[in-house]
């Protein structure tokens, strides 16, 4: 008696559905696949003999409610997705799809939260705990992240973004917990792994998106209550290869208060877009100086050009802080120099 639908494993859909989307099609599938993936799927595709148009027909109709209903989630996240899937397929093919989703699928956490406005968010959880709010925009693109900090009242900003920088690993309770108390609807989708989330790298990023006068004021802040923390913030905030968002002038100011010995160190190991950018604002003469200097001063030691480097960047956020120059930002000030 032939297998029904659901005695399928899931390979096994899998390599029926690459069989009737054919090579073409299927030899594109695999391009995003892992090696091991692939091993599978071609030993289940070799080992299939044949399948009936019915089942075929099924294996392709799960196929595209799953996609529906992964396109919904993205839109709108898994609530959205559910409502429009029940509209769609009906309340019982609808939650069996949602059902595959949750074993299949991981939804980011606060998913609900992406699609809303900024300023509705910043009314949604200003008065939660620091903590909390921390948690919640560890998950956010940080455009949106910034958003909500830099409206954060300034006492609070600084806690916030030193909770996000030192946060390393959340329990799914404690994350399930925040977002059954933003959202009762939401069914979380949290895999039960803990979530590594935060973490000085998240807040770097959403510092480098604030206004320039938010992120003065926090690491102002840090630099008083968390010097170390601050320190590894503000490293991380400007790399020497940043200094390719400058214009020519910006870069000319910076060169101008560098020393020649130490921006031939810092450049031995500068990729080429980097070196052609400091060349084209140095003179003829003084680039060929250093372009000699860098060939005749032999190996040199990766920690004397990080130094260097670290020397340069430095000076950069000194001339930004005293407004000589300004570094453009993704969604604060304008580059005017």
Do not use: W
């Given at each position: 008696m032939p297998k029904s639908i659901s005695e399928y494993k899931g390979v096994e859909k899998a390599s029926i559905l690459l069989i009737a989307l054919g090579p073409e099609k299927s030899s594109q599938i695999f391009k995003h696949l892992k090696d091991e993936e692939i091993e599978q799927l071609t030993l289940e595709i070799a080992n299939t003999r044949s399948v009936?148009?019915?089942?075929?027909d099924e294996v392709l109709d799960e196929?595209?409610?799953?996609?529906?209903?992964?396109?919904?989630?993205?839109?709108?996240?898994?609530?959205?997705?559910?409502?429009?899937?029940?509209?769609?397929?009906?309340?019982?093919?609808?939650?069996?799809?949602?059902?595959?989703?949750?074993?299949?699928?991981?939804?980011?956490?606060?998913?609900?939260?992406?699609?809303?406005?900024?300023?509705?968010?910043l009314n949604f959880i200003q008065d939660e705990h620091p903590q909390t709010i921390a948690l919640i925009l560890s998950y956010l693109?940080?455009?949106q992240s910034a958003a909500v900090i830099s409206s954060l009242p300034p006492d609070k900003q600084s806690d916030v973004a030193k909770r996000i920088a030192q946060m390393d690993r959340t329990s799914p309770d404690v994350i399930k917990e925040v977002e059954n108390v933003l959202e009762k609807?939401?069914?979380?989708?949290?895999?039960?792994?803990?979530?590594?989330?935060?973490g000085v790298d998240a807040i770097v990023e959403i510092?480098?998106?604030v206004d320039r006068g938010t992120e003065k004021h926090i690491m102002e802040n840090l630099e008083i209550e968390e010097p170390e923390l601050a320190d590894e913030i503000r490293r991380k905030m400007f790399v020497f290869e940043d200094i390719l968002s400058l214009d020519d002038k910006s870069i000319q100011r910076v060169l101008r208060e560098v020393d020649n010995n130490d921006l031939a160190v810092a450049l031995k190991s500068a990729n080429e877009d980097v070196q052609t950018a400091i060349f084209?604002?140095?003179?003829?003469?003084?680039?060929?100086?250093?372009r000699e200097d860098m060939e005749f001063m032999g190996p040199v030691r990766l920690k004397d050009v990080e130094e260097a480097q670290q020397k340069i960047v430095n000076i950069i956020r000194k001339l930004e802080d005293s407004a000589e120059i300004i570094i453009s930002r993704g969604g604060g000030d304008e580059i005017v120099v």
């Amino acid at each position: 008696m032939p297998k029904s639908i659901s005695e399928y494993k899931g390979v096994e859909k899998a390599s029926i559905l690459l069989i009737a989307l054919g090579p073409e099609k299927s030899s594109q599938i695999f391009k995003h696949l892992k090696d091991e993936e692939i091993e599978q799927l071609t030993l289940e595709i070799a080992n299939t003999r044949s399948v009936s148009p019915e089942i075929k027909d099924e294996v392709l109709d799960e196929f595209y409610d799953i996609c529906l209903a992964q396109q919904y989630i993205s839109e709108g996240g898994i609530n959205y997705a559910k409502d429009l899937l029940e509209k769609a397929l009906g309340p019982e093919r609808a939650q069996g799809v949602i059902g595959k989703l949750t074993a299949s699928l991981q939804v980011r956490p606060f998913e609900f939260v992406r699609k809303t406005d900024a300023g509705q968010l910043l009314n949604f959880i200003q008065d939660e705990h620091p903590q909390t709010i921390a948690l919640i925009l560890s998950y956010l693109p940080p455009a949106q992240s910034a958003a909500v900090i830099s409206s954060l009242p300034p006492d609070k900003q600084s806690d916030v973004a030193k909770r996000i920088a030192q946060m390393d690993r959340t329990s799914p309770d404690v994350i399930k917990e925040v977002e059954n108390v933003l959202e009762k609807k939401l069914n979380s989708l949290v895999n039960q792994d803990y979530t590594i989330v935060g973490g000085v790298d998240a807040i770097v990023e959403i510092l480098n998106t604030v206004d320039r006068g938010t992120e003065k004021h926090i690491m102002e802040n840090l630099e008083i209550e968390e010097p170390e923390l601050a320190d590894e913030i503000r490293r991380k905030m400007f790399v020497f290869e940043d200094i390719l968002s400058l214009d020519d002038k910006s870069i000319q100011r910076v060169l101008r208060e560098v020393d020649n010995n130490d921006l031939a160190v810092a450049l031995k190991s500068a990729n080429e877009d980097v070196q052609t950018a400091i060349f084209n604002n140095l003179s003829k003469r003084l680039a060929t100086m250093i372009r000699e200097d860098m060939e005749f001063m032999g190996p040199v030691r990766l920690k004397d050009v990080e130094e260097a480097q670290q020397k340069i960047v430095n000076i950069i956020r000194k001339l930004e802080d005293s407004a000589e120059i300004i570094i453009s930002r993704g969604g604060g000030d304008e580059i005017v120099v």
